[in-house]
């Protein structure tokens, strides 16, 4: 199956997508990127690009939270399925006029260079073999001096993240919500952003909470079950690996993603076109997997 036939079928079957309400490990999960992202970035967007509409067609919602005081969101989806979702979640908020959505491969994002203020993208560029090109495009997109961020699967995740997807995957169990992902150390990431050049560059984890815990959640939210909401276990646990991960800088290198910030420097026209040259992979042509 093609990526966009895939991910539209994802779109029409995965109970993520499906889920009606928030479940309590979504709230925590927005408020702790919203968090990171006011740390680490500057905040001074008026257009911001962000890859993949799947956070705002599901409860979690990046994207519209960034834009709640103003400025612009652009999402580029291969699926128009979820694309469409994340629309009408919009409408919801009343945000659909300040929402741009494309439906497009990430790895070639039909936009001109140095349109958008920031780019970001948290759990995205891991789902494509060409990962460095959609990098690559989050910079190119990005106006000089403006920031990207990028959020990858973390290898080095304490509950296991990588071997519990795997499993998964060989069961038979994900298919219906992800296709497989590459999990990166933070030396990797950093490389990639050095590789493009990006200046002050800054890396750390986020989401602590161990995966299999949030994947539960998110199933029972999807039954309507609230058994987990209602257990002061889970909650105390969300809560503390939540404090952990907010106190301690040290355990996020341990946490299920990691996000590596940096700021474009490229100088007006020489540097791009170099680059897109230089960029790792850049010769190959986008694959559907
Ligand atoms: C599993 S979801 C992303 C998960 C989400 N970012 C998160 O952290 O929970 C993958 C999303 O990326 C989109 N996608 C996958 N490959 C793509 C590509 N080559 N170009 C654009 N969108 C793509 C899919 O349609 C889907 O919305």
């Not at 709230?27 to 001074?44: A, C, D, E, F, P």
């Not at 069961?171 to 200046?199: V, Y």
Request: aromatic share 12%; with cysteine; proline share 3%.
């Amino acid at each position: 199956m093609k990526l966009p036939e895939y991910w539209d079928w994802v779109a029409e079957h995965s109970f993520h997508l499906r889920q009606p309400n928030p479940s309590i490990t979504d709230i925590y999960y927005r408020k702790l990127v919203l968090t990171l992202i006011n740390q680490l970035g500057s905040g001074n967007w008026r257009r911001i690009l962000k890859l993949d509409a799947y956070n705002e067609a599901t409860n979690t919602q990046y994207g519209l939270y960034f834009i709640k005081d103003g400025g612009d969101l652009i999402l580029v989806d291969i699926s128009y399925g979820i694309a469409r979702k994340a629309l009408v979640k919009a409408a919801e908020k009343r945000l659909s006029h300040r929402i741009h959505l494309i439906v497009a491969d990430f790895r070639r994002m039909p936009l001109r260079p140095e349109c958008v203020d920031m780019s970001c993208s948290f759990g995205s560029i891991e789902h494509v073999p060409e990962y460095s090109l959609a990098f690559y495009e989050q910079v190119r997109v990005v106006r000089e001096g403006g920031e990207v961020f990028v959020g990858v699967p973390n290898l080095l995740n304490f509950s296991l993240r990588a071997l519990s997807a795997k499993i998964l995957h060989i069961m038979g169990l994900m298919t219906r919500m992800t296709n497989p992902e590459r999990h990166f150390l933070g030396s990797q990431l950093i490389s990639l952003a050095r590789s493009l050049n990006l200046d002050d560059i800054a890396l750390t984890g986020y989401h602590l909470f161990p995966k299999q815990l949030r994947w539960l959640d998110l199933w029972m939210a999807y039954r309507g079950v609230d058994t987990l909401k209602r257990s002061r276990l889970f909650r105390w646990l969300l809560k503390t690996f939540t404090l952990m991960e907010l106190k301690y800088s040290f355990a996020r290198v341990f946490a299920e993603m990691i996000i590596v910030k940096g700021v474009k420097r490229w100088g007006r026209g020489t540097a791009l076109r170099s680059l897109s040259g230089e960029a790792i992979d850049i010769d190959q042509q986008p694959q559907s997997t």
